[in-house]
Protein backbone atom coordinates (compact mmCIF):
# COMPACT_ATOMS: atom_id res chain seq x y z
CA UNK A 1 0.00 0.00 0.00
CA UNK A 2 0.84 3.92 0.14
CA UNK A 3 3.27 4.77 2.48
CA UNK A 4 5.32 8.02 3.45
CA UNK A 5 8.32 8.30 5.54
CA UNK A 6 9.95 11.07 6.57
CA UNK A 7 13.11 11.78 9.36
CA UNK A 8 11.32 11.92 12.94
CA UNK A 9 13.35 13.80 14.80
CA UNK A 10 13.20 16.15 16.97
CA UNK A 11 14.51 18.46 15.13
CA UNK A 12 16.68 21.56 17.28
CA UNK A 13 18.35 24.57 15.52
CA UNK A 14 19.29 27.86 15.91
CA UNK A 15 17.45 30.71 14.53
CA UNK A 16 18.89 31.37 10.67
CA UNK A 17 20.13 27.90 10.58
CA UNK A 18 19.43 25.82 7.43
CA UNK A 19 16.73 23.06 7.64
CA UNK A 20 16.48 20.33 5.85
CA UNK A 21 13.14 17.60 6.58
CA UNK A 22 13.25 14.70 4.51
CA UNK A 23 10.46 12.80 3.17
CA UNK A 24 10.23 9.72 0.93
CA UNK A 25 7.20 8.02 -0.25
CA UNK A 26 6.00 4.77 -2.20
CA UNK A 27 2.78 4.53 -4.32
CA UNK A 28 1.18 3.65 -7.74
CA UNK A 29 0.65 5.91 -9.80
CA UNK A 30 1.33 9.64 -9.54
CA UNK A 31 0.44 10.36 -6.14
CA UNK A 32 0.07 14.64 -5.50
CA UNK A 33 2.26 15.45 -2.50
CA UNK A 34 1.80 17.57 0.44
CA UNK A 35 3.47 19.44 3.57
CA UNK A 36 1.47 20.46 6.52
CA UNK A 37 2.51 21.89 10.08
CA UNK A 38 0.64 21.93 13.04
CA UNK A 39 2.20 25.25 15.23
CA UNK A 40 1.75 24.21 19.29
CA UNK A 41 -1.84 23.95 20.01
CA UNK A 42 -3.30 24.32 16.36
CA UNK A 43 -4.67 22.11 13.80
CA UNK A 44 -3.21 21.02 10.80
CA UNK A 45 -2.58 23.44 8.33
CA UNK A 46 -1.57 23.23 4.40
CA UNK A 47 2.20 24.34 3.88
CA UNK A 48 2.91 23.60 0.40
CA UNK A 49 1.89 21.43 -2.32
CA UNK A 50 3.16 19.37 -5.26
CA UNK A 51 0.77 18.03 -7.97
CA UNK A 52 3.48 16.37 -10.49
CA UNK A 53 7.05 15.43 -11.26
CA UNK A 54 9.73 18.17 -11.03
CA UNK A 55 6.83 21.04 -9.58
CA UNK A 56 8.32 22.75 -6.91
CA UNK A 57 5.38 23.75 -4.02
CA UNK A 58 6.45 26.94 -1.98
CA UNK A 59 5.54 29.30 1.22
CA UNK A 60 6.88 30.75 3.79
CA UNK A 61 10.46 30.26 2.85
CA UNK A 62 9.79 26.46 2.46
CA UNK A 63 10.12 24.52 -0.55
CA UNK A 64 9.66 21.16 -1.83
CA UNK A 65 10.35 19.57 -4.99
CA UNK A 66 9.02 16.39 -6.28
CA UNK A 67 11.20 13.95 -7.80
CA UNK A 68 9.42 11.44 -9.28
CA UNK A 69 12.91 9.38 -9.87
CA UNK A 70 14.17 9.41 -5.65
CA UNK A 71 10.58 9.35 -4.87
CA UNK A 72 11.05 12.11 -2.71
CA UNK A 73 9.51 15.31 -1.27
CA UNK A 74 12.40 17.34 0.87
CA UNK A 75 10.93 20.02 2.64
CA UNK A 76 13.62 22.99 2.70
CA UNK A 77 13.97 26.93 4.74
CA UNK A 78 17.48 28.37 4.00
CA UNK A 79 17.39 30.40 7.39
CA UNK A 80 14.73 29.49 10.01
CA UNK A 81 12.75 31.42 12.43
CA UNK A 82 11.64 31.13 16.21
CA UNK A 83 8.04 31.12 14.76
CA UNK A 84 8.62 28.07 12.65
CA UNK A 85 8.94 25.49 15.48
CA UNK A 86 6.06 23.20 14.92
CA UNK A 87 5.32 20.01 14.03
CA UNK A 88 5.70 18.68 10.05
CA UNK A 89 3.71 16.28 8.13
CA UNK A 90 4.44 14.74 4.69
CA UNK A 91 1.93 13.29 3.24
CA UNK A 92 0.56 11.97 0.01
CA UNK A 93 -3.04 11.74 -2.00
CA UNK A 94 -3.16 8.84 -4.53
CA UNK A 95 -5.79 9.97 -7.20
CA UNK A 96 -8.03 6.61 -8.54
CA UNK A 97 -7.13 4.99 -5.12
CA UNK A 98 -8.75 5.74 -1.83
CA UNK A 99 -8.80 9.75 -1.20
CA UNK A 100 -7.22 9.47 1.88
CA UNK A 101 -4.00 11.28 2.92
CA UNK A 102 -1.40 9.04 3.99
CA UNK A 103 0.73 10.52 6.33
CA UNK A 104 4.41 10.25 7.38
CA UNK A 105 5.00 10.66 11.56
CA UNK A 106 5.75 13.81 11.70
CA UNK A 107 8.79 15.83 12.49
CA UNK A 108 9.03 18.06 15.34
CA UNK A 109 11.15 20.95 14.99
CA UNK A 110 12.43 23.67 17.93
CA UNK A 111 13.91 26.78 16.59
CA UNK A 112 15.85 28.72 19.72
CA UNK A 113 16.95 32.07 19.64
CA UNK B 1 -14.68 32.39 5.11
CA UNK B 2 -15.25 29.80 7.07
CA UNK B 3 -13.19 27.02 8.06
CA UNK B 4 -13.75 23.72 8.88
CA UNK B 5 -15.17 23.62 12.52
CA UNK B 6 -15.46 20.74 14.95
CA UNK B 7 -17.33 20.47 18.37
CA UNK B 8 -16.52 19.62 21.40
CA UNK B 9 -13.18 20.86 20.83
CA UNK B 10 -12.28 18.88 24.13
CA UNK B 11 -14.44 15.79 25.42
CA UNK B 12 -13.53 14.09 28.87
CA UNK B 13 -15.72 10.83 28.82
CA UNK B 14 -15.58 7.86 31.09
CA UNK B 15 -14.98 4.57 30.27
CA UNK B 16 -18.49 2.84 28.41
CA UNK B 17 -20.11 5.45 27.68
CA UNK B 18 -20.81 7.00 23.87
CA UNK B 19 -19.79 9.55 22.43
CA UNK B 20 -20.88 12.12 19.76
CA UNK B 21 -17.95 13.93 17.77
CA UNK B 22 -19.44 17.04 15.18
CA UNK B 23 -17.87 17.70 12.11
CA UNK B 24 -19.08 21.14 10.01
CA UNK B 25 -16.81 21.33 6.45
CA UNK B 26 -16.40 24.34 4.59
CA UNK B 27 -19.29 24.95 2.74
CA UNK B 28 -19.32 23.73 -0.83
CA UNK B 29 -16.99 21.40 -0.36
CA UNK B 30 -18.23 17.50 -1.31
CA UNK B 31 -15.51 15.32 0.73
CA UNK B 32 -15.03 15.35 3.83
CA UNK B 33 -12.75 13.03 6.17
CA UNK B 34 -12.34 12.20 9.78
CA UNK B 35 -8.43 11.02 11.27
CA UNK B 36 -6.98 10.23 14.69
CA UNK B 37 -4.05 11.73 15.75
CA UNK B 38 -2.66 9.99 18.69
CA UNK B 39 0.98 10.17 20.42
CA UNK B 40 1.69 6.35 19.72
CA UNK B 41 -0.30 5.97 16.14
CA UNK B 42 0.54 9.42 14.63
CA UNK B 43 -2.56 10.49 12.03
CA UNK B 44 -4.68 7.38 10.89
CA UNK B 45 -7.25 7.89 8.29
CA UNK B 46 -10.71 6.53 9.69
CA UNK B 47 -13.52 7.48 6.85
CA UNK B 48 -14.47 9.10 3.80
CA UNK B 49 -17.52 10.82 2.59
CA UNK B 50 -18.10 11.97 -0.52
CA UNK B 51 -21.34 14.08 -0.38
CA UNK B 52 -23.91 11.37 2.37
CA UNK B 53 -22.17 8.21 1.54
CA UNK B 54 -19.03 6.77 2.87
CA UNK B 55 -16.98 4.79 -0.26
CA UNK B 56 -14.08 4.11 2.27
CA UNK B 57 -14.98 3.41 6.11
CA UNK B 58 -11.47 0.88 5.99
CA UNK B 59 -9.78 2.71 8.85
CA UNK B 60 -12.88 2.53 11.15
CA UNK B 61 -10.61 0.64 14.21
CA UNK B 62 -13.77 -1.17 15.30
CA UNK B 63 -17.42 -1.94 15.02
CA UNK B 64 -17.38 0.52 18.02
CA UNK B 65 -16.87 3.56 15.55
CA UNK B 66 -19.44 5.01 13.02
CA UNK B 67 -19.78 7.43 11.26
CA UNK B 68 -23.12 9.65 9.33
CA UNK B 69 -23.15 12.83 6.94
CA UNK B 70 -26.22 14.34 6.33
CA UNK B 71 -27.54 16.85 3.50
CA UNK B 72 -23.67 16.56 2.00
CA UNK B 73 -22.36 18.80 5.18
CA UNK B 74 -22.12 18.31 8.67
CA UNK B 75 -21.04 14.66 9.85
CA UNK B 76 -20.76 13.20 13.13
CA UNK B 77 -18.56 10.85 14.74
CA UNK B 78 -20.21 8.25 16.86
CA UNK B 79 -17.86 5.98 19.26
CA UNK B 80 -20.24 3.40 21.47
CA UNK B 81 -18.90 1.81 24.55
CA UNK B 82 -15.29 3.91 24.77
CA UNK B 83 -12.27 2.74 25.48
CA UNK B 84 -9.11 3.98 26.95
CA UNK B 85 -7.08 3.38 23.87
CA UNK B 86 -9.99 5.33 21.99
CA UNK B 87 -8.40 8.78 23.57
CA UNK B 88 -6.63 11.00 21.08
CA UNK B 89 -7.57 13.88 18.99
CA UNK B 90 -10.04 13.59 16.09
CA UNK B 91 -9.50 15.46 13.01
CA UNK B 92 -11.98 16.66 10.39
CA UNK B 93 -11.19 17.61 7.08
CA UNK B 94 -13.15 18.79 3.73
CA UNK B 95 -12.00 19.21 0.25
CA UNK B 96 -13.95 19.87 -3.15
CA UNK B 97 -13.40 17.69 -5.71
CA UNK B 98 -10.34 16.18 -4.36
CA UNK B 99 -8.10 18.96 -4.14
CA UNK B 100 -6.00 19.44 -0.84
CA UNK B 101 -7.73 19.20 2.41
CA UNK B 102 -8.58 21.47 4.86
CA UNK B 103 -8.41 20.14 8.59
CA UNK B 104 -10.41 21.68 11.55
CA UNK B 105 -8.82 22.31 14.96
CA UNK B 106 -10.13 18.88 16.56
CA UNK B 107 -11.42 17.34 19.24
CA UNK B 108 -9.85 16.18 21.99
CA UNK B 109 -11.32 13.05 23.57
CA UNK B 110 -9.69 11.67 27.10
CA UNK B 111 -11.11 8.70 28.11
CA UNK B 112 -11.04 7.85 32.24
Known amino acids: GDSVTQMEGPVTLSEEACLTINCTYTATGYPSLFWYVQYPGEGLQLLLKATKADDKGSNKGFEATYRKETTSFHLEKGSVQVSDSAVYFC????????????FGKGTKLTVNP | GAGVSQSPSNKVTEKGKDVELRCDPISGHTALYWYRQSLGQGLEFLIY????????KSGLPSDRFSAERTGGSVSTLTIQRTQQEDSAVYLCASSYRGREQYFGPGTRLTVT
Open chain 1, 91 to 102: ALWAQGGSEKLV
Open chain 2, 49 to 56: FQGNSAPD
